[in-house]
Each structure stands twice: as structure tokens, then as C-alpha cells.
């Protein structure tokens, strides 16, 4: 399907998985780029290929990035898990449905959420910053992160998908009290649930490319890597910088797909 892709087609492809990487591991969003540019290299593709393949990139940069967290930050890993098993029947869900909803109808209620987050982001500039608290969450705050960060947002994930790790990130920050660093962390792993979940069904189905997927996954993988290890070394205000760097980038691309594209 792809024995005509010219290897500089492959070089660019390859560095965008390693922006992507990046992105992914700091704050979330990496797709933003990623996916766009397997979708320009590969336009007689069919839809689910494309997608399958971007998952079969896209996990690798999020693990190296989940290890690297846990290694070098302080995560509560059984709330994690907790949030990811959920956020993958949650993404399961989503996915379910996704044949019947219009994206067109949906990117404008996304567009007022980022909208709001991002004005929330300007108006709080200590959103995230500070050091999470040692003591443990509540019993409910947990509830609340499994219900909305995991059964929500993955069940978003499985719908449309973009700017689900920054979504994340901020659910998590506000939710459960932590520093952007740590909710970047946690974020992570919770990613990589909802990924198992997607590469499976995409690989049974026959929709990855692995001969694109693989040069592209060793890039976003020391993308990701990078970028948890840049998160972790300048902290939260770095974080913050690039997750309302993010947020501006996921509107203009929502908004130029509904009125622009």
C-alpha cells in the first residue's frame, strides 16, 4: 500500500513522530501534529490505516515518556492505573459510537472548552505550579478523577481524540491537586491504556502499517523521552508555557477544520 513512499517523505514523517514525541510527553497533543502529517504523506491511505498507524507511533512515544515520569517524579501509580483502566472502557465506548456522530457537530463544543481552559489558564497563572500536597486524595476526588479523567476523557478519546493528553493533564492538575509535572506524568500512563486498547483493535483489523509505524515509532520514542525528561529537569512553569502553547495551536486547527478546511 505505501512501496512508492520516498524515503524523504519518510525523513519528515520520522521527524514529525519526534516533534510529536515531544509535544506528548510535556503537556499532551502531540496528534496535533503527527496525525496531520501521516494523513499529507499518505493521501491514498485509507482513513483507518492512517489512524492505525498513528496509534502503533504514538504508543511508543507515551510509554518512554510514562517511564521516564516514573522514574524521575513522584506518582501515586495506583491512582493512575485506576484512572487508566477506566479511561480504556472509556475509549472502548467512544469508539463504539463514533460512527454516528458528526465531528463537524462536535468541534465547536470543543472549541468553547479549549476556549475556556485557556482562559482559565490566563486568568491563574498559578494553575499548576505549586507543589502538589503530600497527603493522599480524598476517596472522592479519586471518584471523581477515575469518572471525568478516565471514563470521560477516554470515552472522548475513542469519539474524536484530539488534544486528549492536554485534556488529561488539566483534569488531572485540577481534580486531584497536582503539580503539572506529576499530571503530566499520570497523564501518561493513562495514555498508554487508551492506546493498548485502540492498537489492538486496529492491529486485528489489519489497519497499522508497520513498515511506516516502525522508523516513525523509534523517533517518537526518543521525542518522548526527551521531552519527560526536559518536563521533569525545568518543572511546572515550563510545562504550564507549553500547555497554553498547545491549547492556542488545538483551537486554530479545530477551527480552521470547521470553517477553514
Known amino acids: 500500500m505505501v512501496h512508492d513512499i520516498s524515503l524523504t517523505t519518510l525523513l519528515l514523517l520520522c521527524l514529525a513522530a519526534a516533534a510529536a514525541g515531544w509535544i506528548d510527553a510535556v503537556v499532551g497533543g502531540g496528534g496535533l501534529l503527527q496525525l496531520p502529517a ?31 515520569y516514573v522514574r524521575g517524579a513522584k506518582l501515586d501509580l495506583r491512582t493512575a492505573v485506576r484512572i487508566g483502566v477506566a479511561a480504556l472502557g ?41 507543589k502538589g500536597s503530600a497527603a493522599p486524595v480524598t476517596r472522592r476526588r479519586v471518584l471523581v478523577a477515575i469518572l ?55 492491529s486485528l483489523h489489519g489497519s497499522v502499517l508497520w513498515q511506516v509505524a516502525a522508523p516513525m515509532a523509534l523517533c517518537n520514542l526518543t521525542g518522548g523521552a526527551f521531552g519527560a525528561r526536559m518536563a521533569l529537569k525545568r518543572g511546572s512553569g515550563f510545562v504550564r508555557g507549553v500547555l497554553v502553547v498547545v491549547v492556542v495551536s488545538l483551537v486554530c486547527k479545530l477551527g480552521y477544520d470547521q470553517w477553514g478546511g
Do not use: E, Q, W
Open 90 to 130: 472509556g475509549s472502548l465506548a467512544g469508539a463504539f459510537f463514533a460512527a454516528g456522530i458528526d465531528s463537524a457537530v462536535l468541534r465547536p463544543l470543543i472549541m468553547g472548552v479549549l476556549l475556556a481552559v485557556l482562559a482559565f489558564l490566563l486568568l491563574r497563572p498559578s494553575f499548576g505550579t505549586a
Open 38 to 68: 501521516l494523513l499529507v504523506a499518505l493521501p491514498h491511505v485509507p482513513a483507518a490505516h492512517v489512524l492505525g498507524t498513528n496509534k502503533a507511533v504514538a504508543i511508543c512515544g507515551t510509554s518512554a515518556a510514562a517511564v521516564s
Open 148 to 202: 471525568v479523567a478516565g471514563l470521560g476523557i477516554g470515552f472522548y478519546d475513542g469519539l474524536i481524540g484530539p488534544g486528549t493528553g492536554t485534556f488529561l493533564v488539566i483534569a488531572l492538575a485540577g481534580i486531584l491537586h497536582m503539580d503539572l509535572v506529576a499530571a503530566s506524568g499520570t497523564a501518561k500512563i493513562v495514555n498508554v491504556c487508551t492506546n493498548v486498547g485502540a492498537l489492538v483493535t486496529f
